[in-house]
């Protein structure tokens, strides 16, 4: 008898954070690739066009709920029955079918991940539906998840700390950079196309407080390093928001280029033609960008938290999270060509610690411990 995991697809057919989207993919190509003898991997994804069909080779199957995303998630959200049945059901986010099952004698399970604490730590820089969204399915995670996933173990202290009722059942399986975050045979095509100049200090990120952009830019300003300065996923519209920082900071408007969302190879790109990557955020989230300055032996100066320090180890360096110190840092990271090369051979060896294929080996143990 075949043991199938199916696996919630919403984000591909209807992403609601690009880093999500792209999880979910690398997720489920893991599960596929990691897929024991005598089991297969399913689709689950909401309806949608045709021309949105989230297609993963591999997959034994995909079934379309009758609802599209957005009324799917409000059911969910309410325990409503959408259709989706039970099994073995595996979630890359909270959305998915939180309702009462028997694990024991029907063998059916659900497991749902969280990526980010955000919406419980800092709820303001969300919208209010999306905080409300995210504390129900929580709420309903807690009563009726056979486990909740988190890709660091700072975020499952916090977890434990916000949902004590979920216990044990909280477990750490870490996410990685994409698979195919390589650096283009045209990046430096790419860059141009983009209107970035060669040679910068890159940050990632929006205006919430959380990420840091601010700190990040003073901390530029306050070194001694005279070099451009680029930002990547800036929202939509909030170029004008990052400038107005930058200027605050004492960076040049001459020195600045801002970015939104990029495709993977785009961003590849880009990670190549930075010195360093700086990473002042304080968000309770994982730190996808880190990952691919990590992946792609790009050196790394990131402002000390629970999440950074646990990520970046010892492949970057880790200093106090304020203007002044990040400064200091950037001034010794960048201090001499040796330096550089350093920690660019210390980000890629950190880099090496995460894995897709890995996550999708320990998610199938998992559900098999279930």
Not at 221 to 240: K, M, N, Q, T
Not at 340 to 352: H, K
Request: aromatic letters at 4%; glycine letters at 10%.
């Amino acid at each position: 008898m075949t043991a199938t995991l199916r696996v919630m697809l919403d984000q591909l057919v209807a992403p609601s954070e690009p880093d999500l989207a792209e999880a979910t993919r690398e997720l489920t190509r893991g599960l596929i690739a990691a897929t024991p003898a005598g089991c297969e991997v399913e689709g689950i994804a909401p309806a949608g066009p045709a021309d949105r069909s989230p297609e993963v080779p591999g997959l034994a199957g995909l079934r379309r709920t009758a609802l599209a995303r957005r009324e799917l998630a409000a059911a969910l959200q309410l325990g409503v029955a959408t259709g989706i049945g039970g099994g073995m059901i595996h979630s890359p986010t909270l959305l998915a079918p939180l309702v009462r099952h028997d694990r024991v004698h029907d063998h059916d399970q659900t497991v749902v991940t969280v990526w980010d604490l955000s919406p419980w730590e800092s709820p303001g820089e969300w919208p209010k539906s999306v905080v409300a969204w995210h504390k129900a399915m929580l709420k309903r995670a807690a009563k009726h998840a056979d486990a909740v996933v988190v890709p660091t173990h700072s975020l499952a202290v916090r977890l434990g700390e916000i949902a004590p009722r979920l216990g044990e059942r909280i477990r750490v399986i870490a996410g990685a950079a994409p698979s195919g975050l390589t650096i283009p045979s045209d990046e430096v095509g790419r860059r141009r196309h983009l209107d970035l100049p060669e040679g910068y200090v890159l940050l990632a990120g929006r205006t919430a407080p959380t990420d840091g952009l601010a700190v990040g830019l003073s901390a530029v300003a306050r070194s001694g390093v005279d070099l451009p300065v680029v930002v990547i996923d800036a929202g939509e519209g909030e170029e004008p928001a990052i400038a107005d920082l930058a200027a605050a900071a004492g960076v040049p408007e001459r020195m600045l280029h801002v970015r939104g969302t990029l495709d993977i190879a785009d961003r590849a790109a880009v990670f190549g033609g930075a010195v360093t990557f700086v990473a002042p955020a304080q968000r309770m989230s994982f730190p996808w960008r880190v990952l691919d300055a990590l992946a792609l032996g790009v050196p790394v100066v990131a402002a000390s938290s629970r999440v950074h320090d646990e990520v970046i180890v010892d492949g970057g360096m880790l200093v106090n999270g304020d203007p002044e110190g990040l400064a200091a840092a950037l001034d010794e990271a960048l201090g001499s060509a040796a330096g550089v090369e350093r920690l660019g051979v210390l980000a890629a060896d950190r880099g090496r610690a995460f894995s897709w294929r890995e996550a999708g080996d320990r998610i199938w143990q998992l559900h098999a411990e279930l």
